[in-house]
């Protein structure tokens, strides 16, 4: 099993910056990608960034090229998530992701577990 953990969300206003992060613990071999997801009212959840563990490459959604970084610390064993320029429409709840990589999905990924989620509100 793996357990997820978010930190660091909050509120704040357009143009400004966040970050947000994910304790990850647990068996490490039931997992290679990891990243974030998010879930707004009214909306599909989205997969936003994913960080592969082959080649340590990452993935992202359209949306939020250019201003987010998903990053990878092994030895603290976390993933965070730095958001800038932060928009109205980025509020939503955040949501940690462990995986497998499905270069066909979101992100591509198949998310197995997930955090509890942490919410992210951007006002105008």
């Known amino acids: 099993q793996v357990q997820l953990v978010e930190s660091g969300g909050g509120s704040v206003e357009a143009g400004d910056s966040l970050r947000v992060s994910c304790a990850i613990s647990?068996?490490?071999?039931?997992?290679?990608?990891v990243g974030w997801f998010r879930h707004a009212p009214g909306k599909e959840r989205e997969g936003v960034a994913s960080?592969?563990?082959?080649?340590?490459?990452?993935y992202y959604a359209d949306s939020v090229k250019g201003r987010f970084t998903i990053s990878r610390d092994n030895e603290k064993d976390t993933v965070d998530l730095q958001m800038n320029n932060l928009q109205p429409e980025d509020t939503a709840l955040y949501y940690c992701?462990?995986?497998?990589?499905?270069?066909?999905?979101?992100?591509?990924?198949?998310?197995?577990?997930w955090g509890q989620g942490i919410q992210v509100t951007v006002s105008s």
């Open positions: 647990g068996r490490k071999s039931a997992y290679n990608i």
């Open positions: 992701a462990a995986g497998l990589y499905q270069g066909e999905r979101q992100v591509r990924m198949l998310p197995k577990f």
């Open positions: 960080f592969y563990h082959h080649g340590s490459t990452t």
